[in-house]
């Protein structure tokens, strides 16, 4: 065989190898729909509890009411003051004595209009207690939360969504867990997905930018996260849109890890979740089915493998669709609800 055969042959197999390693294309299925949602089409911070049950915002079209997906809609929790617009959200394990005491369950959420983050408390009998959690003079408008388990800290985005974005219209802030006190981190343009991977080395944050009152700019960033104060430092790029594939315009959304690393990002105005590697690479393009407008996604479901994307219907943006699809792997928090509730 001649040495240029060989090299032909070579690079066949080569571009077959990356082609068959090549992003899957996957479709959702509609779990939700216009016709028989309960949700307003603003459904937002798609979170799981330590059973699997799911939970959005915007439950009857308001701002201020919790409902839950599954096992079926209805109504989970109405704010104390109708002046909360609730927006992220996360349940976090319990201690051993809060489950002692019969706590069913604790949650985190961001509140944009009252500039704070609540906490809830679910009791035995089901009432909630929600309370004022993180607030300070410099946080404004949290968007989303996101949560490391070995050092119980919050991790907040926020964005004020100016025509033309300047450094300081989001940033990302911590807040401790136990005791509520917050300081921010950093000042950047808004902040929308935030999420931490599950060895909790690196925290994911996304930033966008408008010019004109048009978006021109979507990026992650990562950043490497300090075990000891939480803190963050090394800010590096992760995807950047405009190069990875000229979707600048269109802005991300909520972000979350399954188990294994990967982060999935949803695309408001796309009807597109996209699956990354922890190198960056895709892995996946998850085509939705009702929803265009998408706002928030997490892993549930009894063994924590399927994914509930959240977002407007597509046929009627005043009502909030979900859409689900199957994963091979459980989702992050699902994970460590499970593994960490009533431990310590
Ligand atoms: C958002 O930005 C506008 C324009 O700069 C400013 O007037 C407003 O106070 C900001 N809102 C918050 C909550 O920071
Ligand atoms: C921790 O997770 C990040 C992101 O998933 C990954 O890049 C890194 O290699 C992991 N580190 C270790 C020590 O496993």
């Not at 219209?169 to 807040?175: A, F, M, P, T």
């Amino acid at each position: 065989m001649k040495l240029s055969n060989l090299n032909s042959i070579l690079i066949l197999a080569v571009s077959f190898l990356k082609f068959s390693s090549a992003q899957k294309n996957l479709d959702a299925s509609p779990l939700i729909i216009s016709s028989n949602s309960e949700f307003g089409g603003a459904i937002e911070g798609a979170s799981v509890d330590v059973n699997g049950e799911m939970f959005a915002t915007n439950f009857d079209a308001k701002s201020f009411e919790i409902g839950r997906i599954t096992p079926s809609q209805s109504l989970y929790h109405t704010s104390t003051s109708i002046g909360t617009s609730f927006n992220g959200i996360r349940f976090i394990p319990l201690t051993k004595s809060q489950v002692e005491q019969g706590i069913k369950s604790v949650a985190f959420l961001a509140n944009p209009k009252e500039n704070q983050i609540a906490k809830i408390v679910e009791d035995k009998d089901g009432n909630i207690v929600q309370s004022v959690f993180c607030k300070d003079k410099t946080l404004f408008l949290p968007n989303d939360v996101a949560f490391s388990y070995d050092n119980s800290k919050i991790y907040i985005s926020a964005q004020n969504f100016t025509d033309d974005t300047v450094i300081g219209d989001g940033g990302l802030w911590i807040c401790d867990g136990k005791s509520g006190e917050i300081i921010q981190l950093e000042s950047l343009g808004r902040t929308n997905g935030v999420e931490v991977s599950p060895n909790e080395t690196t925290l994911y944050l996304s930033e966008a930018f408008n010019k004109g009152g048009k978006v021109i700019s979507n990026k992650i960033w990562k950043f490497n996260i300090d075990k000891g104060t939480g803190k963050v430092s090394n800010q590096e790029l992760f995807v950047d849109f405009e190069k990875l594939d000229g979707t600048q315009a269109v802005d991300i959304d909520g972000m979350r890890t399954d188990i294994d690393g990967n982060l999935y990002v949803t695309r408001n105005g796309e009807g597109q979740v996209v699956v990354f590697s922890p190198k960056g690479s895709i892995l996946s393009r998850i085509k939705l089915s009702s929803i265009i407008k998408t706002t928030n996604l997490e892993f549930g479901g009894k063994d924590g493998k399927t994914l509930f994307i959240v977002g407007a219907c597509k046929d009627d943006d005043t009502k909030g669709c979900v859409d689900t699809i199957q994963n091979d792997i459980p989702g992050r928090a699902f994970s460590a609800l499970k593994s960490l509730n009533g431990k310590s």
